[in-house]
């Protein structure tokens, strides 16, 4: 059964500082891998994706993924209160079907004044 | 932006009655969903749906739940006869053209059964 694991935290940062999140799956063959902000009681809104290795930069994040190691992370840099929320990391496996997520318990991030 | 439209947003419904939760996926998606999240746990796959027919659903969707398209825009997710461990935030999703096209998520329909 496919896993992925967060820190659940909470992570909490100073304004201005940069915040990174982790996690890892167990499925060596997942292709595809997500990262989702979810607000309290809100739905899960799409930050980034990254399919190959290495680093993804998009404004002021940047997913980071490591296939041997079955690692990827997520840098906010010049963190804002307005970030502060859960961080959910998905993995998707090869096969058809559409992206069936796997999702972890997500990392709650608190972004400090 | 488009987006993903789910109705109704809060749903409360007695136990053993059929409740029916609505989406209006993204419209030049080809590849539509529902997940569900039970409070202060994971988000779970229920079903994927591609081409008129369902590609691949969990384990939780039992034959309690029915997923159709009637017409070219909405979605919809029944439960036939709820339980009370039923009673979580259900998520429609959407995607486009290619197997691994990243999901966008409705609002979300909060479905508390009683």
């Known amino acids: 059964q496919k896993e992925v694991e967060q820190n659940s935290g909470p992570l909490s940062v100073p304004e201005g500082a940069i915040a990174s999140l982790n996690c890892t799956y167990s499925d060596r063959g997942s292709q595809s891998f997500f990262w989702y902000r979810q607000y309290s009681g809100k739905s899960p809104e799409l930050i980034m994706f990254?399919?190959?290795?290495g680093d993804k930069e998009d404004g002021r994040f940047t997913a980071q993924l490591n296939k041997a190691s079955q690692y990827v992370s997520l840098l906010i840099r010049d963190s804002q209160p307005s970030d502060s929320a859960t961080y959910l990391c998905?993995?998707?496996?090869?096969?058809?079907?559409?992206?069936?997520?796997?999702f972890g318990t997500g990392t709650q991030l608190k972004v400090e004044l | 932006e488009p987006e993903v439209t789910q109705t109704p947003s809060h749903q409360v419904t007695q136990m053993g009655q059929e409740v029916i939760l609505r989406c209006v996926p993204i419209?030049?998606?080809?590849?539509f969903y529902w997940y569900r999240q039970i409070l202060g746990q994971k988000v779970e796959f229920l079903v994927s749906f591609y081409n008129n027919e369902i590609s691949e659903k969990s384990e939780i969707f039992d034959d309690q739940f029915s997923v159709e398209r009637p017409d070219g825009s909405n979605f919809t997710l029944k439960i036939r006869s709820t339980k009370l461990e039923d009673s979580a935030m259900y998520f429609c999703?959407?995607?486009?053209?290619?197997?691994?096209?990243?999901?966008?998520f409705g609002n979300g329909t909060r479905l508390t059964v009683t």
């Open positions: 998905a993995v998707n496996g090869p096969g058809g079907g559409g992206n069936k997520l796997t």
């Open positions: 419209s030049n998606h080809l590849y």
């Open positions: 999703a959407s995607s486009g053209s290619t197997y691994n096209s990243p999901l966008h």
């Open positions: 990254i399919y190959s290795n």
